[in-house]
Structures are given as C-alpha cells and as structure tokens.
C-alpha cells in the first residue's frame, strides 16, 4: 500500500512529458512515475482504475469497479482529466446499472471514448455527461 507498491495493477499509461501513470486498482489510486522509477505522486481521484490511456495530455480512467461497497463514495464509470494538474472535467456514468463498466478505455483524435468490456467481450462507444 505504501508509494511505489501495487496492489492488482490494471494498466499503464505514458504522458507527453514520459512520465508513467499506474493504474494500482485495489489501492484505489493511480501512481505516477518518472522514467527513472522515481515515485512523483499518487492521484484518487480517479476512483478505482481498471484501464488508463492518455492522449494529449488528456487522462482517461475507466472504474469498472467502484461501488456503495468497494470505494464509496466513488461509482463506476469513467473519469476524463488533465495530465498537468489531475483535475477530473467529466464523467461517464453507468446507462446500466445491472451491468460493469468497462475495464478498459481509449479515446480517439475526435475525443470520441470507447470502453472494453470484459463481460460481454465487447468495445462501445460512450457519451459523457
């Protein structure tokens, strides 16, 4: 639990600046590093990452996990921010709550979001909020 240890790391993420975002899942955190391994932070924010992708500069974290029970107060869904201060400026909520989010996440040119679903073993587009 302590800097620079992880606990189900679920994906990893490089910015422009080379520094690599850990997803460390059940720490509920991301960790960030710089290419040397030195620890530079951790961020919560995020809530409980499966898959992180970065795209300039913009951070994308899919929680397939968050719920009342594991990470209150935080829900699923994905949280987009910035890479420079770690604001989250939007969300993505569940449209079902009788199914996960998903455990991965990308995004394309045109700030289009995909999520992989481990479930139905499928990849959708989703809508921010």
Excluded: C
């Excluded at 620890?39 to 719920?67: C, H, M, T």
């Excluded at 201060?85 to 040119?109: L, Q, R, W």
């Amino acid at each position: 639990m302590g800097q620079g240890e992880f606990n189900v790391t679920h994906g990893l993420a490089m910015d422009s600046a080379g520094r690599l975002f850990v997803a460390d899942r059940s720490n509920n955190r991301i960790q960030i590093f710089d290419q040397n391994g030195k620890f530079l932070a951790e961020w919560k924010q995020f809530g409980r990452p499966s898959g992180v992708y970065i795209r300039n500069d913009i951070i994308y974290v899919a929680d397939s996990q968050s719920s009342d029970k594991v990470n209150a107060p935080f829900r699923q869904g994905i949280r987009i921010g910035s890479v420079k201060d770690g604001k989250v400026t939007a969300f993505i909520s569940n449209p079902d709550p009788t199914k996960e989010m998903p455990e991965g996440v990308t995004a394309d040119k045109d700030g289009n979001v995909f999520g992989g679903f481990t479930a139905d073993m499928d990849v959708k587009k989703l809508v921010k909020n």
